[in-house]
């Protein structure tokens, strides 16, 4: 079609019959060349010759796919139904509610314009364009991603959230969901600005233009957008996003000097305060069970620790008692020589009146060295209990196997040894100690498969 001016479509009647509730009509108007023309619904014919602004189309109460024409994009799309739809939702998708059959459909343009002009009857589910960056159609509209615009999604935004400057004829958005109780932005010089609620006024080049450096929205129009979202969302049944868009009006480039949003720094010191405290309780909680943990298992392994050094200090007092030493080298003085004089273990020298002990295998210590190298050498050496001088085995079953239980050890068989009448001590050596056990005795002690550790144990 080649024409100019205000054009009128004789096919609004014959939709209006044949259209059923589940059905809308799609009128699509495709520019070719000649001047941009503008695709209409309005109520009744426009009084008006010239329509050609956004405002004398809301004075003529008509309906245009804003966007599109503002843009300049090729292609023009309006759908007309019969099911009521709320203004936002016609708005927002450009599909419009008709309530009669006299309705005005055509197109505008002031000077030559060539252009195609097409209509089709489709199911209310199906869109009136083709969903572009991965949106998707469903339930008639498109559902678009984050950051796109457009009843086809077709537009592309750019977060304002952690912009350092802002370039004309580019559209930003601030995703409220992601916004504190507040948002503002301070830029470098006072220019045109355009910022509203994007479901309450989807049109991206109109609405009113302000003066000003401040980029700002209140916590009351943060809420009142989001509500108006929510509502948009219940009625068409799709996830959609609530955002506040801005666009500036400039020659150049200008600079976001300061970043005030109070609902952003609350965010931040939240955050702030509440990780710390966090990590605080956290490391509290884990250092008290730990410690719990610790009394309980030092609560449980005390007593077996006691009974364990209880039970060693038992069989080693049973095996080899403790004498006086003075008694010891009055029975065996033949055998005591320098070395034997001193405690192998502790290095100092023995008095009459210490404790010791004597082993098997013929060495003297005190009664409290001997036990505490015993029960140590059982920890280092993984339960190998030995002589500290000859390395002789001196566990608990080397030593029952050597001595009875209940037989009489080597000092108490020399002491029985001694004739009650006899005004002296028999002296004995430590050879004939050995022979006392009897042959059944030494028998068992050359037949025990022990070994000598070259192992050496720090003291």
């Given at each position: 079609m080649d024409v100019k001016g205000l054009q009128l479509f004789a096919i609004n009647g014959i939709f209006y019959k044949q259209l059923s509730d589940k059905q809308k009509v799609t009128i699509t108007l495709t520019y070719?060349?000649?001047?941009?023309?503008?695709?209409?619904?309005?109520?009744?014919?426009?009084?008006?010759?010239?329509?050609?602004?956004?405002?004398?189309?809301?004075?003529?109460?008509?309906?245009?796919?804003?966007?599109?024409?503002?843009?300049?994009?090729?292609?023009?799309?309006?759908?007309?139904?019969?099911?009521?739809?709320?203004?936002?939702?016609?708005?927002?998708?450009?599909?419009?509610y008709m309530d009669n059959s006299n309705i005005f459909i055509g197109a505008y343009s002031e000077h030559q314009s060539t252009f195609n002009i097409s209509s089709k009857i489709s199911s209310l589910y199906n869109c009136a364009k083709?969903?572009?960056n991965r949106g998707r159609c469903a339930n008639g509209v498109c559902e678009c991603q984050e950051g796109t615009f457009g009843d086809d999604c077709s537009v592309v935004g750019?977060?304002?959230?952690?912009?350092?400057?802002?370039?004309?004829?580019?559209?930003?958005?601030?995703?409220?969901?992601?916004?504190?109780?507040?948002?503002?932005?301070?830029?470098?010089?006072?220019?045109?600005?355009r910022q509203q609620c994007y479901v309450e006024m989807p049109f991206f080049d109109e609405g009113s233009l302000i003066i000003t450096n401040t980029l700002e929205i209140s916590n009351e129009k943060i809420e009142e957008c989001k509500n108006l979202t929510q509502a948009l969302e219940n009625e068409s049944q799709i996830k959609?996003?609530?955002?506040i868009i801005f666009k500036i009006y400039s020659e150049f480039d200008v600079s976001i000097i300061s970043n005030d949003g109070k609902g952003d720094g609350l965010s931040k010191i939240m955050m702030m305060i509440f990780i710390p405290v966090f990590v605080l309780i956290f490391f509290l909680l884990v250092c008290c069970g730990v410690k719990f943990y610790k009394r309980k298992l030092d609560e449980t392994q005390v007593p077996i620790k006691v009974e364990q050094q209880n039970e060693e200090k038992n069989f080693i007092n049973l095996y080899i008692p403790t004498h006086k030493f003075e008694q010891v080298t009055e029975l065996i003085q033949e055998e005591v020589n320098i070395k034997d004089l001193y405690c192998s273990i502790c290095l100092d020298a023995f008095s009459s009146e210490h404790d010791v002990k004597i082993t098997y295998c013929k060495h003297i210590y005190h009664s409290e060295c001997l036990t505490l190298w015993i029960q140590k050498t059982k920890v280092i050496l993984i339960n190998i209990q030995i002589c500290p001088l000859c390395r002789a085995p001196l566990d608990e079953k080397t030593l029952a196997q050597l001595i009875n239980q209940r037989s009489e050890t080597m000092i108490d068989q020399i002491l029985t040894k001694i004739q009650p009448d006899s005004k002296q001590i028999?002296?004995?050596?430590?050879?004939?100690?050995?022979?006392?056990?009897?042959?059944n005795t030494q028998q068992a002690f050359q037949n025990l498969n022990y070994q000598r550790s070259l192992v050496f144990v720090e003291q």
């Amino acid at each position: 079609m080649d024409v100019k001016g205000l054009q009128l479509f004789a096919i609004n009647g014959i939709f209006y019959k044949q259209l059923s509730d589940k059905q809308k009509v799609t009128i699509t108007l495709t520019y070719q060349e000649g001047e941009f023309p503008i695709l209409l619904i309005c109520d009744d014919k426009p009084q008006d010759d010239k329509i050609n602004d956004y405002n004398s189309i809301q004075k003529e109460n008509c309906k245009i796919d804003i966007n599109a024409y503002d843009q300049k994009v090729e292609m023009q799309t309006l759908s007309l139904t019969k099911k009521e739809k709320s203004q936002t939702f016609q708005a927002n998708f450009n599909v419009y509610y008709m309530d009669n059959s006299n309705i005005f459909i055509g197109a505008y343009s002031e000077h030559q314009s060539t252009f195609n002009i097409s209509s089709k009857i489709s199911s209310l589910y199906n869109c009136a364009k083709e969903c572009k960056n991965r949106g998707r159609c469903a339930n008639g509209v498109c559902e678009c991603q984050e950051g796109t615009f457009g009843d086809d999604c077709s537009v592309v935004g750019v977060n304002i959230k952690d912009q350092i400057k802002l370039s004309p004829n580019t559209l930003y958005y601030q995703d409220l969901y992601s916004t504190g109780t507040s948002f503002q932005r301070t830029i470098s010089n006072s220019i045109p600005i355009r910022q509203q609620c994007y479901v309450e006024m989807p049109f991206f080049d109109e609405g009113s233009l302000i003066i000003t450096n401040t980029l700002e929205i209140s916590n009351e129009k943060i809420e009142e957008c989001k509500n108006l979202t929510q509502a948009l969302e219940n009625e068409s049944q799709i996830k959609l996003n609530s955002y506040i868009i801005f666009k500036i009006y400039s020659e150049f480039d200008v600079s976001i000097i300061s970043n005030d949003g109070k609902g952003d720094g609350l965010s931040k010191i939240m955050m702030m305060i509440f990780i710390p405290v966090f990590v605080l309780i956290f490391f509290l909680l884990v250092c008290c069970g730990v410690k719990f943990y610790k009394r309980k298992l030092d609560e449980t392994q005390v007593p077996i620790k006691v009974e364990q050094q209880n039970e060693e200090k038992n069989f080693i007092n049973l095996y080899i008692p403790t004498h006086k030493f003075e008694q010891v080298t009055e029975l065996i003085q033949e055998e005591v020589n320098i070395k034997d004089l001193y405690c192998s273990i502790c290095l100092d020298a023995f008095s009459s009146e210490h404790d010791v002990k004597i082993t098997y295998c013929k060495h003297i210590y005190h009664s409290e060295c001997l036990t505490l190298w015993i029960q140590k050498t059982k920890v280092i050496l993984i339960n190998i209990q030995i002589c500290p001088l000859c390395r002789a085995p001196l566990d608990e079953k080397t030593l029952a196997q050597l001595i009875n239980q209940r037989s009489e050890t080597m000092i108490d068989q020399i002491l029985t040894k001694i004739q009650p009448d006899s005004k002296q001590i028999k002296i004995f050596t430590l050879n004939s100690l050995s022979s006392l056990n009897g042959p059944n005795t030494q028998q068992a002690f050359q037949n025990l498969n022990y070994q000598r550790s070259l192992v050496f144990v720090e003291q």
